[in-house]
């Protein structure tokens, strides 16, 4: 019999090894199986790459303004090489802490691939050694997710990417045509813009980034539009050929047939739950649509499997798998948890950013809950015109009668971490009033939630009064 341990992961992304160092935490002995670094799809191919390209992209679009500061920077240029390098960078360098993290709470990382034998026992895989055996009293699922391929013809053509091909290319294509108008697509899209590449995104919706609030959506659509991306809504898409060496996109739109051509076709219509070699069938685990069925507790239908991540088909999110990571392993270790997915924020580096927290006015309509709507556009913020960043605003939904903060809807500088403060409203069921009577550094970018909130009640200090209404 091989090694034995408290507590088995499989997985080493963000639902994974916080599942790994929550159970150390607890006292457990832990082993954590993963095939390649440490972090996952988020740290090595997602999340953190995309971000540090933000960030020189944020970096060039405010020297390109810089003279309006009075700062004389001279024609800003960039070098696409060195963007990716620094990318690198970041991500070895994050992959090396969480590889000390390891190491600090005593987990043991075990290289290859885990396969489920039966409940506590999971066979260890690697290309060129003997697969060896490990018992554990628990196991908790933590595999992930890989790029969703719609069936479209012609996605197995050169110059066909997936976004994690996307993020190992060399140089900047001159023309990019992006399938999907989702988080995935639209941050590309505005990487892509910024550089001069000219972008077309096809959506088959009505609208793009769907869980997010319709309003801010259709806001960023107009902004991306005056950018000079091309933007196609309703519309499928029905193939991808090559042409003179080139691709054609072919798609359906409401007024007929279109197509567009393009040196490179990013497919990026979402992500699907990875599940491959797990053995699940013949270990009873009962899975739907490709994904692990869990309950709140993120128990799967065998006791003592649990399963964490984009694996249970859920919110497809980095801080929703840490967190669903953390449950599994503190239920799995005979603590009662639950998860809770009232306040889950949704966020999107675009530039400018957009985010999101509860229900948007949409689900409030449908949900049949009373509510009322209040605004504040960065425009009116004195930290915003300093920076000199003034698109958007913040946008608060509340409960009728009671003031609860049902929903958080920012676009603007920042969003991504203004939006915390509406997830914590929402968890501890804070009203407008709370928001409002809480003092806000000045001048700083949150005021202009403070001022949102302001507007749910007899108004905002710095907007003109509302209109009565009779």
Not at 22 to 32: C, I, P, S
Not at 46 to 57: E, M, N
Not at 213 to 239: C, F, K, Q, W, Y
Not at 409 to 427: D, F, N, Q, W
């Amino acid at each position: 019999m091989g090694r034995e341990y408290d507590i088995a992961v499989i997985g080493g992304g963000p639902g994974g090894y916080a599942a790994a160092i929550r159970a150390a935490q607890l006292g457990a002995k832990v082993a954590l199986v993963e095939k390649d670094k440490l972090g996952g799809v988020c740290l090595n191919r997602g999340c953190i790459p995309t971000k540090a390209l933000v960030r020189s992209i944020e970096l060039l679009r405010q020297l390109e303004g810089a003279d309006k500061f009075g700062v004389i920077a001279g024609k800003p240029a960039f070098d696409f090489a060195r963007m990716m390098t620094r990318k690198r960078e970041v991500v070895e360098r994050l992959v090396a802490g969480l590889e000390a993290l390891m190491k600090a709470n005593k987990i043991e990382v075990l290289r290859g691939t885990g396969e489920l034998l039966k409940p506590g026992l999971l066979r260890i895989s690697r290309e060129g050694d003997e697969a060896w055996e490990i018992t554990a009293a628990r196991i908790v699922i933590a595999t992930g997710s890989i790029p969703a391929k719609p069936p479209i013809p012609g996605l197995d053509l050169e110059g066909v990417l997936t976004s994690d091909d996307f993020l190992e290319l060399e140089k900047v294509p001159a023309e990019v045509v992006i399938v999907g108008g989702g988080v995935i697509g639209i941050e590309f899209a505005t990487i892509l813009n910024a550089l001069g590449t000219k972008v077309t995104i096809v959506e088959m919706l009505p609208r793009i980034l769907p869980p997010i609030d319709h309003e801010l959506a259709r806001r960023l659509r107009r902004l991306l539009r005056h950018r000079g991306l091309e933007i196609h809504l309703n519309s499928p898409v029905r193939e991808i050929r090559p042409r003179d060496g080139r691709l054609l996109v072919r798609f359906e739109t409401p007024q007929g047939e279109g197509e567009v051509e393009a040196e490179k076709v990013l497919i990026a219509t979402g992500r699907t739950p990875y599940t491959l070699g797990l053995n699940l069938k013949e270990v009873g685990v009962k899975v739907e649509r490709g994904a692990i069925v869990v309950d709140e507790r993120l128990r799967t239908s065998v006791p003592g499997i649990y399963a964490a991540g984009d694996v249970t088909g859920g919110t497809m999110l980095a801080h929703v798998a840490t967190r669903e990571g953390e449950v599994a392993a503190e239920n799995a270790l005979g603590h009662e948890r639950w998860m809770d997915y009232r306040a889950v924020p949704n966020c999107i580096f675009s530039v400018p950013e957009v985010a999101s927290v509860g229900l948007t006015e949409e689900e409030a309509k449908e949900k049949g809950i009373p509510y009322k709507v209040s605004r504040f556009p960065f425009l009116a913020s004195g930290r915003a015109l300093t920076m000199g960043e003034t698109e958007g605003m913040v946008k608060m939904i509340c409960e009728e009668g009671t003031g609860r903060v049902l929903g958080l809807h920012i676009m603007g500088p920042h969003a991504t971490e203004l939006v915390a403060e509406g997830a914590l409203a929402i968890r501890l069921g804070a009203t407008a009033r709370d928001i409002a009577e809480t003092i806000h550094a000045h001048p700083t970018l949150s005021e202009a939630v403070m001022e949102a909130a302001f507007e749910q009640l007899e108004g905002s200090i710095h907007l003109p009064p509302r209109r009565k209404t009779r």
